[in-house]
């Protein structure tokens, strides 16, 4: 578990770097971690680094490649109804969500790709809001 916790938060410091070369090693040790947990057996963990896996493709190739890939783990999400797992990944995986949003709201949603509830995608979208609460008293 520490050894995963290492290499998530190494596959993200070289998503923070936003360099192409960084973003395709992170795309490679991503990768590695999905194969890992599923081969382990660990559904939820092997969802989680399949979603980092999406945010490095996202970095490394593009938008459309990045779209597909996640529209399966979307799915998985929508059918858990784990909304926060999915924003909480960070602006690059809700850009991707806002897009597979309105491919459905448009009708461009590709009939090869699994089904997602469009107020599923909604969900995540509003929870991945940032939110600016108005105090009523200043904090003192």
Request: aromatic share 2%; net charge negative.
């Amino acid at each position: 578990m520490t050894t995963e916790l290492y290499e998530d938060a190494a596959i993200r410091i070289l998503l923070a770097e936003k360099t192409s070369h960084d973003a395709v090693e992170a795309l490679e040790l991503a990768s590695a971690l999905v194969a890992r947990m599923r081969a382990q057996h660990r559904p939820r963990a092997a969802l989680r680094a399949g979603l980092l896996e999406v945010a490095a493709l996202c970095a490394a190739h593009g938008d459309e490649e990045a779209e597909a890939a996640l529209v399966p783990l979307a799915a998985r999400c929508g059918q858990l109804g784990l909304v926060r797992l999915l924003c909480d990944e960070g602006p690059a995986l809700t850009n991707l969500v806002a897009s597979l949003r309105e491919r459905l709201l448009h009708n461009r949603w590709p009939s090869e790709w699994p089904e997602v509830d469009e107020l599923f995608l909604s969900a995540v979208l509003a929870s991945a809001e940032p939110t600016d609460p108005q105090l009523s008293t200043p904090l003192q």
